[in-house]
């Protein structure tokens, strides 16, 4: 993690799972971010209260409402999401492909300026980057996991954002900014551990491997599907 600079940061999720370990661990950084964006639907809610304790203490968090996803294609641990029940699902997370669309575009302005303003040629995530959170699930070579739930609806949706990050990757090259999708292990989360067997990963483990690959890639890996160690999965 000692190569990752980070200015500024939005976490989308932030209130909770993967998204605050995010943002707990920036905090943690030898040079913390000037500015931790930290997007979450209801900022004032019950399920914020951490985030709002952090914020407390720490003046560089700045908490902001984030819309809804529309609830297109997202996980319910309680649900297995077979392909007759393939209609939408209960939403139980932080990243839909549409999401991920709109708010890019909508920073995009900001992603281009901090990459002309930062020094050096070729690009990186202290620069300006893209980091979308998807799922082994998504992957259309592997179908990763299916015996265990099908999930059709979550996977569709987590292959379509894996398309979003490879047409960002290309689209956003020029204007200096890097683009990656990840799977983030299976982890101790609402989400991950909704079901009967305990996750082997900790939030903590998992952001801490996300965050050091981000700290190590370069041009050569925009456009790429990572895990949380750095292993290229298939699409
Ligand atoms: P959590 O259930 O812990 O957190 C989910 C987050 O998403 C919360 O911030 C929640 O906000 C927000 N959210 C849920 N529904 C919506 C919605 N409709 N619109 C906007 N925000 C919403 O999940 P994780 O931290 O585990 O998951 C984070 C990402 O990692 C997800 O994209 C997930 O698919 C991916 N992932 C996780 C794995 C795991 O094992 N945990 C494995 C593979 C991928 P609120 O508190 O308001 O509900």
Redesign the pocket.
């Known amino acids: 993690m000692a190569g990752l600079c980070v200015r500024s940061v939005l976490v989308t999720?932030?209130?909770?799972?993967?998204?605050l370990g995010f943002v707990q661990h920036f905090l943690k950084m030898p040079n913390p971010p000037q500015w931790i964006f930290a997007g979450?639907?209801?900022p004032k809610?019950q399920?914020s209260q951490e985030l709002q304790n952090l914020a407390s203490k720490h003046p560089n968090i700045i908490i902001i409402p984030?819309g809804?996803?529309p609830?297109v294609g997202?996980?319910c641990p309680s649900s297995s999401g077979n392909v007759e029940g393939a209609a939408p699902l209960p939403?139980?997370?932080?990243?839909c492909a549409p999401v991920p669309s709109v708010s890019s575009q909508a920073f995009l302005p900001l992603l281009k300026k901090a990459a002309q303003g930062s020094p050096g040629s070729g690009l990186s995530c202290s620069k300006a980057a893209i980091v979308n959170?998807?799922?082994?699930?998504g992957s259309i070579e592997d179908v990763y996991v299916w015996e265990f739930g099908q999930v059709v609806s979550y996977r569709c949706s987590?292959a379509a954002l894996n398309m979003l990050t490879k047409c960002q990757s290309l689209a956003y090259k020029e204007h200096g900014i890097l683009c990656v999708t990840f799977?983030?292990?299976?982890?101790q989360?609402?989400?991950?551990g909704g079901g009967s067997f305990k996750?082997p990963l900790t939030v903590d483990d998992s952001v801490q491997g996300m965050l050091k690959v981000l700290s190590s890639i370069s041009e050569k890996d925009t456009g790429t599907f990572l895990d949380w160690e750095g292993k290229v999965l298939p699409w």
């Open positions: 999720g932030a209130n909770r799972g993967l998204g979450c639907r209801d809610g399920r984030l809804r996803c609830e997202i996980l939403c139980a997370t932080s990243m959170m998807s799922s082994y699930a987590k799977h983030p292990g299976w982890v989360t609402d989400m991950g996750p």
